[in-house]
């Protein structure tokens, strides 16, 4: 979001930007509502085939909030567009600061809101952090004389018709000509309807045909007010928006500006979350749902195979061993921008099977050779060397199929990067230490289960001394 630049030259006018198309007087962050002191630019990029080094969304994202910053007159805010079109205007975060007390106090919805802004940007975790509510914009109260009006045979809504057909516009009827439909509007000339005092000059017609000026019916005095009054959940809200920093997650984001709402908000108030961060307090906490079904299917697919409920156990012991690799890679990479995002998530969820393939191989082979007669330990260590090249030939053969995605580049590469990390770094912790962790665990189980089942065995009776 950004006003047009006069006199100054514009930071997006680089061949990375094919157009920019801008539009006064209307609020993006305000469910594009209609206010005189906004504005909005839509800037449409190239194709990326016509882009260069440096010129990628981020990269235009970080520029122009540096080269806008500078100017004073305005809040400008540069906002991505949202990652699921016709849920909320942007991305990031979107919360709604509420007047829970019945009332409509204004002045403290702006104190509140402010003060949660004011917190949310000391928090090196956050950036970009605006609320577009403002409760003490210049306006002007107009108040009619109703004496007057009854007096001089005027009534209220032709009063009211005709402010809002002078200063505004009024729709009259249609006309069909040349073929098509045109509608009528009537509105007072804009030479007309610039200063207060050309209200004076403006006339409505009494019940005897008489025109009136509206100067004699109408008292303006200068006052302050909000300039849009939103309801959230039928109460007075305030939108603030905001963006996590480079290298935290949306979630981490979320939680801390819930805890900077509630050490701020005083009794009387709320808040609630809209557009996408709404979708995501309400989902998020699934992903952990999905990872405990995606091991139960698992465990019980091994069960039946095995038909024992205990040997699936040393096979999922070993998948946490998978997930060592991305959380080194995603601490170690935050600083880029990499972090726990969706395509994150669908790496860890494919990383459950292949590091589960990988264990299985060792358990299978150290089952068959137990059955034989071998020791325990015996077969666990024999498992481990007879399956070795195996696991390593698949391994590497998968782990080099996904460096096409780790090294991505392009329009989405955000995306297969995410999941090609952590997969990548997934497989060779799995690959790394599944040879080394499964063989014990098996051992272990495999001792547990055999202890169960001699201890459910009944011992033989004993014959009576003679």
Do not use: H
């Not at 409760?135 to 809504?157: G, I, M």
């Not at 990067?417 to 599944?434: E, N, P, Q, R, Y």
Request: net charge positive.
């Amino acid at each position: 979001m950004a006003p047009r630049l006069s006199g100054r030259k514009r930071p997006w006018t680089k061949c990375s930007s094919a157009r920019v198309v801008n539009i006064a007087g209307v609020s993006a962050l305000d469910n594009s509502a209609t206010l005189s002191s906004a504005g909005v630019s839509y800037i449409i990029l190239k194709d990326w085939s016509e882009r260069g080094e440096g010129e990628d969304l981020m990269s235009l994202f970080n520029k122009l909030n540096a080269d806008l910053a500078v100017i004073q007159d305005a809040d400008i805010l540069v906002m991505p567009p949202p990652p699921i079109q016709g849920i909320g205007n942007d991305a990031g975060f979107t919360m709604q600061v509420e007047l829970r007390d019945g009332s409509f106090d204004m002045a403290k919805l702006q104190s509140v809101t402010n003060a949660i802004v004011a917190n949310a940007k000391t928090q090196s975790a956050l950036q970009l952090v605006l609320a577009s509510f403002r409760s003490s914009v210049p306006q002007y109260r107009l108040e009619v004389d109703r004496v007057k009006t009854e007096a001089l045979q005027v009534s209220l809504d032709q009063v009211f018709a005709a402010l809002a057909g002078y200063l505004g516009s009024t729709y009259v009827n249609q006309f069909n000509q040349f073929g098509r439909v045109f509608q009528v509007y009537v509105q007072a000339d804009s030479q007309s309807r610039v200063r207060l005092e050309d209200i004076e000059n403006m006339f409505v017609r009494n019940r005897d045909g008489q025109m009136v000026p509206l100067g004699t019916l109408v008292k303006i005095t200068p006052t302050v007010g909000p300039s849009l009054i939103s309801l959230y959940n039928l109460r007075p809200s305030a939108t603030i928006i905001g963006l996590p920093a480079q290298g935290v997650s949306s979630g981490q984001a979320l939680t801390l500006m819930e805890e900077i709402a509630r050490r701020t908000l005083p009794a009387g108030t709320g808040f609630e979350w809209s557009a996408m961060s709404y979708q995501e307090k309400l989902v998020g906490s699934q992903m952990y749902i999905v990872f405990g079904l995606a091991l139960l299917l698992v465990y019980l697919v091994l069960a039946g195979q095995y038909e024992s409920w205990y040997a699936p156990i040393s096979v999922i012991l070993a998948v946490p061993l998978s997930f060592i690799g991305p959380v080194v890679a995603l601490s170690a990479l935050a600083e880029s921008g990499l972090n726990n995002n969706l395509y994150v998530q669908i790496g860890l969820v494919l990383l459950m099977a292949l590091s589960a393939k990988n264990a299985i191989l060792i358990v299978e082979f150290a089952r068959e050779l137990r059955a034989a007669g071998k020791p325990i330990l015996d077969s666990a260590s024999e498992a481990a060397r007879a399956r070795f090249r195996p696991i390593v030939m698949t391994s590497f053969a998968f782990i080099l199929g996904v460096v096409p995605l780790v090294l991505a580049s392009g329009a989405g590469a955000s995306a297969r990067v995410s999941i090609g990390i952590t997969v990548f770094t997934g497989m060779l912790a799995s690959t790394c230490l599944a040879v080394l962790f499964v063989p014990p665990f098996f051992a272990v189980v495999q001792r547990f289960e055999e202890w169960r089942k001699a201890s459910k065995i009944p011992a033989p009776a004993r014959k009576p001394a003679e």
